[in-house]
């Protein structure tokens, strides 16, 4: 088994990972577990898949009132 391997088996075991390397989380971001380095990373993550939700359903035309 691979050094890699390993690293992410044991991350997956761990209660608490950081989402983008697998080290053990010192914080969530919205929920989300996180290490210090990649706090900003969790975020941008978070923000592009919220983005990417609401274009899809068209959210992102104006919505205007019918008289």
Do not use: F
């Not at 993550?45 to 983005?51: A, G, I, P, R, S």
């Amino acid at each position: 088994m691979k050094a890699k391997e390993k690293s992410a088996e044991k991350a997956a075991k761990s209660p608490s990972v950081c989402v983008i390397c697998g080290k053990p989380a010192t914080r969530a971001v919205d929920g989300e577990p996180s290490c210090e380095d990649h706090v900003e990373l969790v975020y941008e993550d978070q923000l592009e898949d919220y983005t990417q939700h609401h274009l899809a359903d068209e959210e992102w035309l104006e919505k205007t009132e019918k008289n």
